[in-house]
């Protein structure tokens, strides 16, 4: 059974950290993409971050860049998220696909197959 299994959400103040974990099982384990989107109220869900095999390159929203890093360890993918801001506020969702994706379709969320349950992140200003 694939299944992703997102933790470490929370209530930050701005300027805080937060490390968000994902878990891989059965088929999600050998995935060749694994990353983060997240939604806000009202907004559709957004592209943060990949991780692509089999180089592990990674790639990052503008607006995260130079803040958020995401690593991958065997079958677990990692958000390790700094100096956050109330506009990061949102659902955190972990993604995974079997298959690479070119770089320009990396931020397409329909073309992700596994998805997580979600874990909340608030930030406080």
């Known amino acids: 059974q694939a299944q992703l299994v997102e933790s470490g959400g929370g209530l930050v103040q701005a300027g805080g950290s937060l490390r968000l974990s994902c878990a891989a099982s059965?088929?999600?384990?050998?995935?060749?993409?694994m990353g983060w989107f997240r939604q806000a109220p009202g907004k559709e869900r957004e592209f943060v971050a990949v991780?692509?095999?089999?180089?592990?390159s990674t790639y990052y929203a503008d607006s995260v860049k130079g803040r958020f890093t995401i690593s991958r360890d065997k079958n677990t993918v990692t958000l390790q998220m700094n100096s956050l801001k109330p506009e990061d506020t949102a659902i955190y969702y972990c993604?995974?696909?079997?298959?690479?994706?070119?770089?320009?379709?990396?931020?397409?969320?329909?073309?992700?197959?596994?998805w997580g349950q979600g874990t909340q992140v608030t930030v406080s200003s």
């Open positions: 059965g088929r999600t384990s050998s995935s060749a993409v």
């Open positions: 991780v692509s095999a089999p180089g592990r």
């Open positions: 993604t995974a696909r079997s298959n690479r994706l070119v770089i320009s379709a990396l931020g397409r969320s329909d073309l992700y197959e596994f």
